[in-house]
């Protein structure tokens, strides 16, 4: 119902209906009488916030389909979602990798590997039919928690990925990496003083999830004056005085590398990390789907929590996710994802399965793109040396764009940016003068909020203004994901709509 | 871990560890410390059941694993999954619908209509063109509610089935009928003592979904003497015993054409059944997902409910649910369905907007499977005499296996069997002696279920006992799928089966 306005609601001929029926008027004079109010429903989903898809990026749907009429009078001529980390859609157009696309076309219609042989490098064809033979149709239901043979790919994944033993049967495929946080949260909230930790800023899957399921958000702050650093002593205090309001910590997310902060943890961190999930019987949820998307991978690169946690030999209960909509993958749409379960009981596994069980399968689209996610060409095949310059493409693109982004934001008037060595955003800290925050409030808005909306209707450009993810009392911030064709022209929007905006607002 | 037996739990090489880390049975020293117990979980979880793909399809995964190890010893060579609706799983090998494979095919690697021209039908690459140009990627996250464009296209199908408007504002593209179910209820389910009418036998997605969200299910009887027939005055009865518990009938779930009992609704019931949920301010649950599947489509017609509330201008709230894992298109691993919302306020309809959008958006592959089930070729169309014959095949073989079934079920001494004018099951009474029930008592399990595992233990024939669906007490069920290969041979090792039973245990 949102984002799709025709001009009239119904624009089909009409004229096979067969019989004198009603008119969507006289349906309308019907409605009186209604049982599903919001006030009939579950209280929690009045409480559930989710900004990445929220005000501005129903404002923006909105803009997009205007900029379709004639004579539309806006002052930009696209629009820009960087509010969502979507590297495929339309406007970014971020190529899928050629490979991943080509298993799944003859995964979706096998003949076609003897209808057109050629069109298919012969490394792609033998996958698909390695694939085929353990899946047979996609347009089955698979194993509830995922291909057993995709599942053994994966612990292998992890396996050369960390030196350490991964199991198959531990390992549960998902539409994505928020399905399986979703999953976990929702069996973790045994009481509504039941609480998880959660950064500050965080992505806002996070307290939507536990808004829904009754559960309390505990937040710790991240450090931005320490390049958005994780402080143990800081999730302490909060474990602490969660307690002290008769909450219960249960477990403990971190997002790393960090949404949207960017940042990255150091091993000693990690370390630390788990010692305090041990120390306090937390489990760890760690949403480590921006692994792979780092910019300065030889002072920033990436440990899992699974190397961490077996380095230490700790008991600590881990669930990683991983998913194929980030990366250099960027498959979104396809819904993919796994999370591994560590020092999880075959009791409580069963239970998480029973839960998978329910909703059948992951969708086999999204499956085959993280078995193509994690066995990527190699060396030697006849797919390998498209593969990497795509994905070197991506991982260079993504690195200047996130490098020339921070540079220039820096170099505006009351703004701060973090220089973000990994995932896809950033996550510039906003001074507003007083005036601009008097604007806000007479708007209605959020401050921050008020920014973004003033940014999208001057320039089309789409960003989440802080408030979505958390921030400190008065500090305001926005989310931008660094994910746009041609970075000058776009970050001379950003520039040129922050002078106006100081000019008529002032400066803080 | 389950159904995935590996004969070592590391297969892999180990010689690419990079340092002298612990092994699996180290880790495992340190399992102790646990925080993620059972007991510490939501106690919701620990309440739900799914039968469909609980103890018996368990089984019948690790004997179908069991059957690839030489001498395995067991009196069948296959096993056959009759628990689920799964028409294109292995062993059953229900060819998916050409047309729909095309056009999923060239949505995953466009360049296939340049590179391999004559492999797809005209229509196909036009189809293609035209989701492509209004889509984009399909690796790209859609709109939360589905592509527009589909929705759109959705509404036009819904118009022409029923003659009457439907608006895609209204329309909520899911990843599967289930994806809907779950977020309905979770949404209705207000209060510990709010409920909502299940019909027994019931799908247990219902109950699973009401025991994870607290609800409580409001069970009403199918009338088995009557082929199944649903009773408003049962469902009348029902309510009122509810109100007296103190529990609050929030929505009635009517599945037609029925699961487990592939009974359908006249117009006369649907009419009365409408009038019912006004009179108790009821939301109406209408799963349609087997409307397609009719074996007696001149006596027994579909109707849906959007037709009739519409036909009785009745202000009556309706979300009906639809899906491609059904019907001839028979994709379920592609995960896709809609629901649309008939009398449900604009207010509700951003509330069910805003949680979808926290999942982001429903599988892409589910959406453009959605695109094809409802806008197949037309008649003059390149593709269409394939497809009418492909659709033929599937209609006439359910068909005649349904019949054939049913006919000789009905002919063993303690079955009967409803001979089901819909949907994908058959659901026979067993009447069970007394040392058959004996026999289960002292195996633990309830006598459907010992019967089933037999069944399975003997033939590779997996079924549900009628104890996961619902069933009135000393009474015994169990659902089969109507999908086989080979059907005389199928019923054949039923027949055998339950002859050899009988000898064993006498007749009831």
Redesign the interface.
Known sequence: ????R?KS??P?S?S????P????T??RA?????????E????S??N?Q?A???ELAIKA?DLRAKLKEDNHGLPFDKVISSN?G?????GL?QP?I?FT??V???M??PA?AE??PD?FPKDVIARAKELSEEI??????????GV?FI??NV??FI??RD???S????IFLT??A??GV?LLI?????TPKAGILIPIPQYP?YT??LA??NGVPIPYHLDETMDWATSVHEIEGAIEKAHRDGVHA?ALVIINPGNPTGALLDEETQKKLVEL??KY???LLADEVYQTNLHKPDTHPFSSFKKIV??L?????LISFHSI?KGIS??????GGYFECT?????????I???V??????????QIGVDSMIRPPKPGDESYDLWKQETDTIHDALRHRTHTMAERLNGLPGVTCVKSPGALYLYPQIRLSDKAIEAAKKAGKEPDAFYALELLHETGICVVPGSGFGQKDGEWHYRLTCLCPGVDEYVGKLEKFHQGFVERYGSA
């Open positions: 119902m949102i984002g799709l025709r609601p119904f089909y009409l096979s209906i067969l019989s029926r009603i008119s969507s006289s349906l019907f409605l009186p009488m209604r049982p599903l109010t919001s009939s429903l579950n209280p989903v009045l559930v989710y990445v898809r929220g749907e969502i979507n590297p495929q859609q339309k157009d899928p050629t696309r080509q799944a076309a003859l979706e219609w076609l209808l057109a069109a047979g149709s996609i347009g089955a239901y698979s194993h509830s928690q057993p599942r053994q612990a292998k396996e050369e030196g350490y033993p199991n198959p049967d531990h539409a994505g928020s399905a979703s929702s069996m973790l909230i045994s899957l939507a999830t829904q399921y249960k999930c041990q019987s937390l489990v077996c380095d030999q700790s008991p600590t209960a909509s960027g498959e979104c749409g396809r819904r020092n999880v009981s075959e009791e409580v596994l069963a239970l399965y029973k839960m069980s329910v909703g059948l399968c992951p969708p086999l689209g999204g």
